[in-house]
């Protein structure tokens, strides 16, 4: 897992940065998340979604920080940040979309969560 993990981390933070990434790596980092959530006996479903919540967490954590110390282009620069943020975001949940849509397919309504359900898997795009 930490193997496959190292390299996709590095595309989901192109992806999230909307920085350009090659069709070839786009289409081998959405094959690497389908083996590692379906194709092989040990399914790494839960570990992948635990990271990638786990990078997003961190990034909206800087992201704050540079944020926060705006000054007065307060506003703007949060405009900016969000929009590029939630844009990226809507790219990684592409990349994720097979899974998703498994994922999908287990989740309960969010008036049906209770504490029983608190660590269930969410779709990517809901998980940022």
């Not at 999230?16 to 790596?25: A, T």
């Amino acid at each position: 897992f930490e193997a496959k993990w190292g390299d996709l981390r590095g595309t989901i933070s192109y992806v999230i940065r909307m920085e350009n990434i090659s069709i070839p790596l786009w289409n081998e980092s959405f094959h690497t998340i389908y083996q590692m959530c379906f194709a092989s006996q040990n399914h790494f479903c839960r570990p992948l979604f635990d990271e990638t919540k786990a990078f997003l967490e961190k990034r909206v954590s800087n992201l704050y920080n540079s944020v926060r110390c705006s000054g007065d282009q307060l506003l703007p620069n949060y405009h900016d940040c969000w929009t590029a943020y939630s844009i990226g975001l809507m790219h990684l949940h592409n990349l994720y979309r097979f899974p998703n849509s498994f994922v999908r397919h287990l989740a309960v309504s969010d008036s049906e969560l209770d504490d029983d359900h608190a660590d269930m898997l969410m779709e990517i795009g809901r998980l940022g």
